[in-house]
């Protein structure tokens, strides 16, 4: 029923999703799983590839979870360390996505990290497999507690809504959650169909936080360097239909590029906070582009071909000198924390910190620094 109401809604938000195609492959996953946030069932057959999503092959994988009752997510104030992932590999491709090079370190990666990429990974049955996390055999709750009023976080791996299909699949585990617990919803996504899930979802509207992340208010920039995402602006605008219909939202300005000077991020910052309406947010994370694997080349190379060469050389100049890129996580941190200086608690910057710049930023938190 659900799915069927789903599928007749007609594609006219503005969004640019490529809706997923039907189209059979033959092609077959070399491994169970590349779950990193999961334990995989080691005896699962080969896994089949059946679908295309952005062009990207389909591959359903067996695995025992896909909640996380101790994700490190905690760390980041995003949730009370449960997380949730229907999936192990995005339907979308940002060049400076970090999941893949997470991928490599995990013993049940692709045999070919590089696959990670051109793969959607699914969690089969993976609103089934969250009902059994939550229940006792015999059906009755496992966190029955009425007072347990936990946050969880998704994803910590993939899009929550990156096209209609994926949303509904999201829709389902939140409904999971909602009856079974007492929990509160995080839900963060690059799509614009978070207003249909809030729609789907509006009987507990309490209970769920809805946020879009970017890193630039400029559609074309944002389209360099992240693929199959939702334009920016209509991102934004569907996170302001969220706010002007009461739901509970916040901000994640991030990653954020390297700019020319302090103006100009104090400028970034106040264009940021007006455009996500952040006053009418719950809390707005922040972050610079922090450098994992090969994600600081893929961007340089996206920006490059996107035609922002001077964006790409400022980001190799800042990843290649230690000094540079302390100045810039400093000065993108002080633009937005000037911004929200009015309201203690609100700004979340995250921020990896070393010996020897832990000073400063300790001295930091009480702006909203929150140190990895
Ligand atoms: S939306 Fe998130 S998980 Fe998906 S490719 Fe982009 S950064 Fe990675």
């Not at 089949?48 to 760390?75: D, L, P, Q």
């Not at 497999?129 to 006792?136: E, M, P």
């Not at 791996?157 to 007492?182: F, G, H, K, S, W």
């Amino acid at each position: 029923m659900l799915y069927l109401r789903w599928m007749n809604l007609p594609l006219d938000h503005g969004s640019t999703l490529q809706p997923a195609t039907t189209s059979r492959t033959t092609a077959t996953a070399k491994t169970p799983t590349a779950a990193t946030d999961s334990t995989p069932t080691p005896a699962s057959p080969p896994a089949k590839a059946t679908v295309r999503m952005a062009g990207k092959t389909v591959v359903e994988v067996e695995s025992k979870t896909v909640i996380n009752f101790t994700s490190g997510f905690s760390h980041k104030l995003l949730c009370d360390g449960l997380t949730f992932t229907a999936g192990s590999a995005c339907v979308y491709s940002c060049a400076f996505c970090y999941v893949e090079d997470l991928m490599r370190k995990n013993p049940h990666r692709l045999p070919n990290p590089e696959d990670h990429q051109s793969m959607v990974i699914r969690r089969r049955n993976a609103v089934e497999v969250a009902k059994r996390q939550l229940t006792f055999r015999d059906g009755s709750p496992r966190f029955p507690d009425p007072n347990d009023r936990r946050v969880i976080y998704a994803s910590p791996l993939v899009d929550v809504a990156a096209n209609l299909e994926l949303a509904r699949e999201t829709v389902e585990i939140c409904r999971e959650i909602l009856t079974r617990t007492a929990w509160q919803i995080r839900l963060l996504s690059k799509s614009s169909l978070l207003r249909r899930i809030a729609d789907e979802l509006g009987d507990f509207r309490d209970r769920v936080i809805y946020g879009v992340s970017t890193g630039t208010l400029d559609d074309r920039l944002g389209a360099s360097f992240e693929k199959g995402t939702a334009l920016v602006s209509k991102r934004i605008q569907s996170l302001r239909r969220l706010q002007d219909d009461g739901f509970r939202t916040y901000a994640m300005v991030c990653p954020s590029l390297p700019l020319a000077d302090d103006a100009a991020y104090q400028a970034f910052a106040e264009q940021a906070a007006e455009e996500l309406r952040t006053d009418q947010c719950e809390h707005v994370w922040a972050e610079v582009l922090n450098v994992r694997g090969q994600s600081m080349v893929r961007t340089c190379d996206a920006l490059r071909q996107g035609g922002y060469a001077e964006h790409a050389e400022r980001l190799e100049r800042v990843s290649t000198d230690r000094e540079a890129w302390e100045a810039y996580a400093r000065s993108t941190f002080e633009a937005h924390a000037r911004c929200h200086e009015g309201t203690p608690g609100k700004l979340r910057f995250l921020q990896y910190v070393g010996r020897g710049t832990r000073p400063y930023w300790d001295a930091q938190i009480a702006r909203g620094a929150v140190l990895l």
